[in-house]
């Protein structure tokens, strides 16, 4: 090889560096490794194959490409690189997958190659944590965070109350993108959600792999919002492929099987927040608190003014676009006022609450279990609040009994 | 490359890629391996596969016969004889290329892609410039990308295009020839290196050659199968005794050889010229972007380093002597003796820079000190 080789082995570095540079964080290097804490499936040598042509090490990628489609098989994008990597060793590369007749299928490579590669490097630090988890209930083990932009489902776990990252996965998300508004559009909804149940591969066919975990949409305020359709759910991939290009679904979040597997036992039907963005924000620990503690002072000081039976100071907690089904705001207030006319006592302990900042928009929902004591009724019931932020002050806008 | 160099053999007109070696017409005959090969150039397996039995009963060990035996079981498809046939001949001749391309000729008919692989890189390994075999090997890499690329876009892999055809060698002029021997000293790279020989599906017809016959004007032209006293080191694009006299790219390749060369000799002389004028500017801009730095820096640092050194006071004076250039297409290597001197450092050193072309300017890719 000695005459054919070295010519060649200018072009692929150059095609594919310039793919390597294209996902290169500010750093260039991962920032969140944890060695031996996440298991990213190909991607960690996804990422060495890459640096091995940028530092023109074919021979080495090639053999990291092998080892790779060995563990899995079905890896489409694997078999692409090997496929450049082979034919640069018999002609000059002119691009990434340098098969002509490629189509949209050789487009959908290029770009899970990129989301993998983007999403893989710009892992977020251990002292980071997404903004949304700002207090998980005790009951809820782990909460999903998945980011529409990178291409990315992050697993957290509850350690009493601070999410604590477990793993990240490649997933894929609509054809058209996210910010779903109706039925029919192909897109994935933003928003904080829960995983509603599980469906057993079983009932649902091959095309959803390992099987599915539908989730809540549209959930309160979607609805409110006029948002429509329905069937959202986490799934996995038909068992001839290791995943689907970054816009594959109709709306859902695709992961592959053996990630799915990786993950079901972290989810609990009605109980795991699934909280979708097309942008993670991360805020350090300290920030992390202090918005937990100011929101929780907020949410007791509610309580207090319920107990208070002071009806104007109870209702300054809610928005003036405040509506619960049919009551808008001026009949929560009216109906407020002639119950609390007949109480002698109140008392309201919140259990279980658990808080989550939506992306995007300035507001948190947040759901407890509420134990209402007075002369002449007592409940015990699982509500949920959407607070938005007002000025500077938060606000109820939705309140309800949580499904 | 002289008739003796190579023993006697017809030239023939495979299916696939015109071997012929320029020698041949002029080589005296031997007797029977001979009319085998004819039978074969004829097209005419099944009598070569008789006549080459026959042969081998009176000379059961000739292996230029039972070369030929191979050649004729595979053009009868007869694969799996042939290979044994082959594999034979590699385990007793371990020297020989031929066995060796042949054999992964047949491994890649089975889409046995990775024996087919380590036949090649075997009969490269015997002679480093065997040019078919580095075409089989490039061809075979195609197809096995091929085979990835589907499997990548799930394509339907039953396209018969796929299948891999790679070049039989159909006589074995290697015997005899030392490995890595010879080589040419006019610029041969480009001339050598005409391009890829055509594929050819003609019918294997005598009468009509599909390509230039040895007699072809070509040659003369060329020098190309003539490798004048050479310097021993550098086989690479020596021994290709079957280059395909393609007609095109006999003259002009060699002209431009020429001027690449040249460019080369200036470029490293200006290199050289920026040092001692200690125009660390200039200087640093003969090397390219890919640039192997030297131990385990950065390129940033390296070039901090280089810029303190060349910046230090003082006069620096660099004086090559011996320059050698030698031109491979877009890439070449410059080989010299380097005096350099620098306030308190007198150091003569033998030098080597792997230069590469990119827009028509040469660059400096590495730099050794031997």
Redesign the interface.
């Known amino acids: ?4 080789t ?2 060649l082995r ?1 072009l692929l ?1 150059m095609v594919l560096g310039c793919l390597a540079l294209l996902v290169a964080g500010p750093t260039g290097a991962p920032t969140g490794l944890r060695a031996g804490v996440s298991d990213a499936g190909p991607d960690a040598t996804l990422t060495l194959i890459l640096r091995d042509i940028d530092n ?1 090490k074919l021979d080495v990628a090639l053999d990291r490409t092998n080892a790779l489609l060995k563990a899995y098989p079905n890896f ?5 690189i ?3 990597l ?2 640069a ?3 000059p590369l002119t691009t990434f ?3 002509p ?3 949209d ?2 487009r959908d ?1 290029r770009l899970e190659a990129i989301a993998r590669l983007k999403g893989y490097r710009n892992r977020p630090a251990d002292t980071q944590v997404p903004r949304y988890l700002l207090q998980m209930e005790a009951d809820q083990k782990y909460a999903v965070v998945v980011d529409t932009q990178r291409s990315r489902l992050y697993i957290y776990r509850n350690e009493n109350g601070r999410p604590v990252f477990v793993a990240d996965y490649y997933a894929s998300q609509g054809k058209a993108g996210s910010n779903k508004m109706r039925e029919g559009d192909n897109k994935t909804p933003l928003g904080v959600y829960h995983v509603t149940g599980f469906i057993p591969r079983e009932k649902i066919g091959d095309f959803y792999g390992a099987g599915a975990f539908p989730i809540n949409y549209p959930n309160e305020w979607d609805k409110r919002e006029g948002k429509t359709g329905y069937g959202i759910w986490l799934h996995g991939v038909p068992s ?1 492929t290791y995943a689907r290009p970054p816009l594959a679904s109709e709306g859902c979040v695709v992961i592959s099987n053996q990630d799915f597997r990786a993950i079901s036992g972290y989810m609990q039907a009605g109980r795991t927040p699934f909280i979708i963005s097309d942008g993670v924000e991360w805020l350090s620990l300290d920030d992390w608190k202090s918005e937990r503690t100011s929101l929780n002072a907020t949410i007791e000081q509610w309580r207090k003014d319920w107990e208070s039976r002071d009806t104007a100071r109870y209702l300054s907690h809610y928005s003036k676009e405040f509506k619960s089904g049919n009551q808008d705001f001026a009949a929560w207030s009216k109906q407020k006022q002639q119950v609390n006319a007949g109480k002698d006592f109140i008392e309201v302990d919140l259990r279980a609450m658990s808080m989550f900042r939506n992306p995007g928009k300035d507001m948190v929902v947040v759901a407890f279990e509420q134990d209402y004591r007075s002369n002449n009724l007592s409940n015990v019931a699982r509500k949920r609040q959407y607070w938005v932020r007002e000025g500077s002050a938060w606000k109820i806008i939705y309140e309800g009994v949580a499904s | 490359m002289t008739s003796r160099r190579y023993k006697p053999v017809a030239a023939c007109l495979p299916a696939l890629f015109v071997v012929i070696s320029v020698a041949l017409s002029a080589s005296p005959v031997a007797a029977a391996p001979e009319d085998v090969q004819n039978l074969i150039k004829q097209g005419q397996f099944t009598q070569a596969l008789d006549r080459a039995d026959r042969d081998l009963v009176a000379n059961p060990k000739d292996r230029k016969t039972r070369f030929l035996k191979g050649v004729a079981l595979t053009e009868l498809n007869r694969l799996d004889e042939a290979a044994q046939v082959f594999l034979k001949l590699t385990e007793e001749a371990p020297e020989l290329p031929e066995p060796y391309n042949n054999l992964a000729v047949i491994y890649a008919q089975q889409k046995q892609y990775d024996k087919a692989k380590a036949a090649l890189e075997m009969a ?1 390994r015997t002679h ?2 065997y040019s078919i075999a ?1 075409e089989n ?6 197809k ?6 589907d ?5 339907d892999a039953a396209n018969p295009s796929t299948q891999a055809k790679l070049g039989l060698i159909r006589e074995i002029i290697s015997v005899g020839t030392k490995p890595g021997a010879p080589a040419a000293a006019t610029p041969p790279a480009a001339a050598v290196q005409p391009a890829r020989p055509p594929v050819v599906a003609a019918a294997p017809t005598p009468a009509a050659p599909p390509a230039p016959t040895p007699a072809a004007p070509a040659p003369a032209a060329k020098p190309v199968p003539v490798p004048p006293p050479p310097p021993a080191a550098a086989p ?2 020596a021994t290709r005794p079957i280059a395909t006299p393609a007609p095109a790219p006999a003259e002009k390749p060699a002209v431009a050889t020429a001027d690449a060369e040249d460019d080369a000799r200036k470029m490293v002389q200006s290199w050289a010229d920026a040092w001692s004028r200690k125009d660390v500017k200039d200087y640093l801009a003969f090397y390219a972007r ?1 640039f192997a730095v030297p131990g385990k820096t950065s390129r940033a640092d390296w070039e901090k380093e280089r810029r303190t050194r060349i910046d230090k006071p003082g006069t620096i004076k660099v004086g090559l002597s011996n320059l050698r250039i030698k031109v ?4 070449a290597t410059a080989q010299f003796r380097q005096a350099y001197s620098a306030p308190g450092l007198n150091a003569n050193s033998n030098k080597t820079l792997e230069l ?1 072309r990119r827009n028509g300017r040469w660059q400096i890719q590495q730099e050794r000190v031997n």
Do not use: C, F, K
């Not at chain 1, 489409?76 to 692409?80: C, E, P, Q, S, V």
């Not at chain 2, 096995?144 to 690329?149: K, S």
């Not at chain 2, 499997?151 to 394509?155: E, F, H, N």
């Open positions: 090889m000695s005459r054919i070295p010519s200018r570095p023109n489409r994008l694997g078999w692409l090997q496929g450049d082979l034919l060793r018999a002609r997958g340098n098969v007749e490629g189509g299928r050789l490579l001839d | 490269i480093p410039s580095h090997l490039g061809d075979l890499y195609t096995m990308a091929r085979q990835a690329y499997r990548a876009l799930q394509l690479a694009p890919d491979d297409g877009d890439r590469v």
